[in-house]
């Protein structure tokens, strides 16, 4: 399954896309330089958005909003997302010959801001940051105005700041 590709074009030469897949039987992952004309396999796999509930030992159960049947997916599978696993938060969680492959977390979290220093008057530039931590335990960077107890939306996908919830 690829995971993250990017378009090169060199000055010289045909242009290439560096992908980076995951490979579904064993979980390792491959970087791997393709011709932009090569043609690869592609295989079924289906999405299912389901809500997390909980997380009972190394495994994180998610629940189907419609029929209520419980998934309980590994530690394995949720991997890097795990910083991004909230109760109540709907993922979609990929399939592949009936065993879970990968989940994918909504693009934008609403966190709070459980500690962040307060910013000093006049000690500001434009676009300055600070420190904040999260009540999920991630470190991000955020504007000097953002205060403890905040809740504010962060991209999954770059791990940044977007914005205040209102």
């Known amino acids: 399954m690829i995971v993250d590709k990017e378009f090169h074009n060199p000055g010289k030469g045909a242009a290439v896309v560096r992908l980076k897949m995951k490979n579904l039987k064993n979980g390792n992952v491959v970087r791997e330089v393709m011709k932009t004309d090569e043609v690869v396999e592609e295989i079924h796999v289906e999405h299912r958005r389901l809500h997390y509930s909980y997380r009972s030992g190394s495994q994180f159960v998610f629940m189907d909003p419609r029929t209520y049947e419980q998934v309980e997916v590994s530690e394995k599978v949720v991997g890097e997302v795990e910083k991004y696993i909230k109760e109540g938060e709907e993922y979609t969680l990929a399939t592949w010959s009936g065993e879970i492959v990968n989940i994918t977390p909504p693009q934008k979290i609403v966190f709070e801001v459980v500690y962040t220093e307060d910013a000093v008057k006049g000690n500001t530039v434009t ?32 791990g940044e700041y977007v914005g205040r919830k209102n």
Request: charged content about 30%; aromatic content about 4%; cysteine-free.
């Open 127 to 158: 676009g300055a940051t600070k420190p904040a931590k999260l009540d999920n335990g991630l470190e991000i960077k955020v504007p000097l105005f953002i205060k403890k107890g905040e809740k504010i939306i962060v991209n999954t996908e770059s």
